[in-house]
């Protein structure tokens, strides 16, 4: 048996910085000829009160460590396509399904976090609830490849285009889920690098300094360049890109 309760941490009036302890406890409603039982208690969950950018910001870097596994399985997918002998690609399309599913359940955890602490309003939760959406497709043409390899013996023209469909859907799909992470990170970059134009524009030296990174570090463009900018700058801004 199980019992569910939901603990809304506001009606405690917590603030960000404070820790709560969570402790369940029981008692067996039959008693012993000495009386009630003695109640037991669960050890003590810490629960750590942070703010709603905190844990954004916590969930975003999860939502990164999310894109880059994403791109891993992404490349195995299509590498298996490859693979040549029945029995190997069977093995290896069981398991690349079996970690796209993982990955389906860590979006959808990332997704309800956010749920639980009601903010559902920020644009990184409709980026995955969209991702989560791509990836529990791949999760299931991964699965739909993999039960159709399962007869390995088996040389039938028509099945073997229907596994190769799949297997080219879920490496489509994961393809989706990754630029729609993609996209959410750009604009994330665009929302920090935007104040700090407001807050440089008197200086066009910092401003290569702590605005164009952002930017130009996705074309390409080495660290060293940047120094090299910066040289010819005032002395002062120059001490605070290095000090920095």
């Known amino acids: 048996a199980a019992v569910e309760r939901v603990l809304d941490v506001r009606s405690l009036q917590a603030k960000s910085g ?23 208690a669960s050890e003590p969950r810490r629960l750590r009160v942070v703010d709603k950018d905190v844990l954004e910001k916590q969930v975003r870097q999860q939502a990164g460590n999310l894109r880059e596994a994403l791109a891993r399985l992404e490349a195995t997918q299509r590498d298996v396509m490859q693979e040549e002998g029945p029995a190997a690609r069977a093995r290896a399309q069981g398991s690349v399904a079996e970690r796209i599913r993982q990955a389906s359940e860590t979006s959808t955890s990332l997704t309800e976090r956010l749920r639980r602490n009601d903010i559902m309003d920020v644009p990184l939760a409709e980026t995955l609830q969209e991702a989560g959406h791509a990836v529990s497709e791949a999760r299931d043409r991964a699965e739909q490849a993999q039960e159709l390899m399962r007869d390995a013996r088996t040389q039938d023209p028509a099945k073997e285009r229907a596994i190769q469909s799949s297997q080219q859907e879920a490496a489509q799909r994961l393809s989706e889920a990754i ?50 900018e910066v040289v010819d700058g005032p002395s002062d801004e120059v001490l605070m890109y290095r000090v920095g």
Do not use: K, M, N
């Open 179 to 228: 630029d729609l992470l993609d996209r959410d990170d750009d604009a994330a970059s665009e929302r920090v690098a935007e104040p700090c134009e407001g807050l440089f524009h008197f200086s066009p030296c910092l401003r290569r300094v702590f605005v164009d990174p952002v930017r130009r570090l996705r074309q390409g463009v080495d660290d060293e360049d940047l120094r090299s």
């Open 18 to 40: 404070d820790t709560l302890l969570l402790r369940g406890t029981t008692r067996d409603i039959r008693q012993d000829a000495e009386g009630p039982r003695a109640i037991i």
